[in-house]
């Protein structure tokens, strides 16, 4: 019976069948790197939003994969039927959002040069890497990270299995900066490469989910009146520290790129 496995845990379901993680990483659902794994199957897959169709395939696959010898009869696709792929339109205060991840990730684009012309120099240039971590706790943490927390995250479940891996992760984040600045404080450059790297691939996995993921998943719960609320509340917050703040670390960003990108591209 489909129910039955539609309400089990996820990562109990793909311990028991390793195939079940395969089939869900080909939908793009990437369940098998989830550290907590505890969220319902049913609840996985709903989350993605898939189009009936591709929904009851990947179902249907899943229990066969788990079932092989369960007689489930094959989900009717209408082949001549194209799904358009889906568009996501977030409501303005969730764009945003996504609009602050691109700044972000002009930062994490920089790590790599960064962390080279470490290496390569004869100290460590600490300015340098307390410019990039005052732009991640000033920008991507306080700005940014405070808005969801304080914000976004409270229109839903805050204590569903989704919303904790996100704290989670902003709060590993903190961690690999913490790390960097004890890396800059006493010349590790070894610890200073790990924790950037660290921080740079966590928050590339972590904005992917929510870009794709987590914000469609908060936008389709919102009713008409919580949009707006959503938009006024960020808003109130933004303008609580000010329209120079942001322009001021997008000014910090240009200059490496200027500095650092140009350098590589010569
Ligand atoms: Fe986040
Ligand atoms: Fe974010």
């Known amino acids: 019976m489909l129910s039955d496995i539609q309400s089990r845990e996820i990562k109990e379901v793909i311990e028991t069948c390793p195939e079940v993680g395969n089939i869900l990483e080909e939908y793009g659902i990437g369940c098998v ?3 907590v794994g505890s969220c319902y199957l049913s609840d996985v897959v709903g989350i993605h939003n898939l189009d009936p169709q591709t929904e009851a395939t990947l179902m249907y696959r899943i229990e066969k994969a788990m079932y092989p010898d369960r007689d489930i009869p094959e989900p009717k696709v209408d082949l001549t039927k194209k799904v358009a792929p889906k568009e996501i339109n977030y409501s303005p205060a969730v764009r945003n959002l996504v609009e602050e991840h691109v700044l972000i990730k002009r930062m994490l684009a920089l790590i790599p040069a960064i962390t080279d012309y470490v290496d390569s120099s004869d100290g460590v240039d600490k300015e340098l ?10 920008y991507a943490d306080k700005f940014h990270h405070m808005k969801e927390e304080d914000i976004l995250f409270k229109y839903v479940d805050e204590l569903g299995e989704i919303i904790q891996v996100m704290y989670k992760d902003h709060d590993t984040g903190r961690n690999h900066v913490r790390q ?33 993921i987590l914000y469609p998943w908060i936008d389709r719960q919102l009713t008409d009146k919580q949009v707006g609320e959503l938009f006024q509340k960020c808003s109130a917050a933004d303008a609580s520290v000010g329209e120079e703040l942001p322009r001021r670390y997008e000014k910090f960003i240009i200059d490496l790129e200027e500095k650092f990108l140009k350098e590589v591209s010569k």
């Not at 890497?129 to 000033?138: T, W």
């Open 33 to 35: 790197p989830c550290s």
């Open 129 to 138: 890497i307390m410019g990039c971590v005052d732009f991640i706790r000033g």
């Open 180 to 212: 960097a600045v004890e890396g800059a404080e006493s010349g590790n450059k070894a610890q200073i490469r790990e924790h950037l790297f660290g921080y740079k691939e966590l928050l590339t996995q972590h904005i992917k989910k929510e870009d794709e």
